[in-house]
């Protein structure tokens, strides 16, 4: 379980909310729970956003507790539970849940969930407190892949992002009964991550600057084969890769996530493509660049590969030495995507890990790829793979340079956004 972050730099509203006598007080959410079959999987989210020091209220609609009870929202939240506006009218709870709450998040969001919150309707306790929540709102859609691509959906869906909400896309996968396709609710641990990252951006004006905007990130390492069992690669997890990602999605962003051998949950609301050698991330890279706005090359592909794949394993012969392995260059996607930009406007950046003179060779990749921003660090065996910190520099094109200090990946990746979108069009 992550801890809530405290101490100075804490994010406004990720644990650091101040309360009426000045102390912290624990931020409040409201969640929503519609009547879906996935609303079970909303009791994780509820256990996680309460684990990890948040206040939460639950408001079910009256078909979510058909799916998950009444007695289970008020066991794992620590309050009464109510669809009904007329419970507790005394405390106006139709006007002060939504005036009260820091965070709004709606998960499972049915279609008729988003229908009536689309169009404003308030005919029961989470409508209305939608109608007046000032903060910021998240919905989570679950449901069948014809009914999220169905054109009335999919026009709520760009009504409620255009006011400022940000709209999860759902996963693929197994859905009801034996249907297979796009419409699972993410995984509960991905939206609390997602949850987090809104929460710590809080309800300003540029806290969903990369609303309508498309985003293609690279993740992990390559792996170039030498035989069926064998292969080049290197230490990268991923991890700095997916925390793009998610705080892409935090900040209202449509993502796809070209992921090079990762054992990491799919980030919610990304569209992910893997892949594994550095061939493959290329054209996958190559397809989706088209189509967006910013481009992050953010995955350690593999310089060189070998120059013959054996179709057997290569066996030790007693007595022999190995034959030489004769490598070959892979093709330079960041040199490449940057030579010749998919779309005018298109803002691109790749990293550099360097172990080095660090800000010497940086500087020099920088020029030699020609893309935006470099962000360039150190890295080694104990440093910076695997690890859940970064420490970087973020070199631009324009000459400038941007210390980002050992923290959290998450911040180094709202660090790498903040200067994308002011360089978007």
Known sequence: MEPVETGPGAAPGAGAATGPGGGARRPRVVLGVSGGIAAYKACELLRRLTESGHDVRVVPTASALRFVGEPTWAALSGHPVSPEVWDGVHEVPHVRLGQAADLVVVAPATADTLARAAH??????LTNT??????????????????????????NVATLRRRGAVVVEPAEGRLTGADTGKGRLPDPAELFAVCRRVLARGAGATARDLAGRHVLISAGGTREPLDPVRFLGNRSSGKQGYALARTAVARGARVTLVAANTALPDPAGARVVPVSTARELREA???????????????AVADFRPGAYA???????????????????????????????????????????????????????????????????????????????????????????????????????????????????
């Open 311 to 425: 179709a057997s394993k290569i066996k030790k012969v007693e007595g022999e030495e190995p034959a030489p392995i004769t490598l070959v260059r892979n093709p330079d996607v960041l040199a490449e995507i940057s030579a010749d930009r998919a779309r005018p406007g298109q803002v691109i950046a790749g990293f550099a890990a360097e172990t080095d003179d660090v800000l010497a060779g940086g500087r020099a990749k920088l020029a030699r790829k020609g893309c935006d921003l470099l962000v360039v660090n150190e890295v080694g065996e104990r440093k910076t793979f695997g690890a859940e910190e970064n420490e970087a520099v973020v070199l631009g094109a324009d000459g400038s340079t941007t210390p980002v200090p050992f923290g959290p990946k998450e911040a180094l990746a709202d660090t790498v956004w903040d200067l994308i979108a002011a360089r978007l069009p």
């Open 120 to 125: 404003g309707l308030a005919d029961d306790l």
């Open 285 to 299: 890279v190559l397809a989706a660049a088209p189509a967006a706005d910013a481009v992050v090359m953010a995955a």
């Open 130 to 155: 939608l109608l007046t929540a000032r903060c910021p709102v998240v919905f989570a859609p679950a449901m069948h892949t014809e009914m999220w691509e169905h054109p009335a959906t999919r026009e």
